[in-house]
């Protein structure tokens, strides 16, 4: 807790930045809609940790997909999800997943659609920031 909030944070080393997040709980955040602010930067980063056995999942398609099919089995062992594109393969069922997952994750959502983020109960907004040594994801 920091001045009575409660601040998930996580430290996570992959070559050749560390990936520090720290946000206020679990939920749902959007990563907003401007370019070039390292949204893809992050969401490699994360594939890298997640092709390691960290407890991350990054994600993108340009098609529809079953979100329930495409995340591991066992979302009890994920605490960080990133959705890259999301508006590309948002449909109902995906979103009422994530509602529900949102509950005991941080999910990370980039979308290009405003009528996408408004189907979603998001808790807010995330900036993140490429230092020396890190990207720093924040909100």
Known sequence: ???????LEREYLVYP???LLSLSDYG?????????????YLRKQLQ??????E??????????VDLQR???????????????????????DNISFLQDLAEKV??????????????LRVKG???ITLEEDCIRVYG
Request: include cysteine; glycine fraction near 8%; charged fraction near 25%.
């Open 1 to 7: 807790m920091k001045n009575g909030v409660k601040v």
């Open 17 to 19: 930045h560390k990936v």
């Open 28 to 40: 749902i955040y959007t990563l907003g809609g401007q370019g070039a602010t390292g949204k893809t």
């Open 48 to 53: 890298k940790l997640q092709n390691r056995g």
């Open 55 to 64: 407890s991350v999942f990054a994600f993108i398609s340009s098609k529809p």
């Open 70 to 92: 495409v995340l591991p089995v066992n979302t009890s062992k994920i605490e960080i999800v990133l959705l890259d594109r999301f508006d590309l393969y948002a449909n109902d």
């Open 106 to 119: 941080v999910i990370l959502i980039d979308s290009k659609s405003e009528c996408v983020l408004r189907k």
């Open 125 to 127: 907004c995330c900036n």
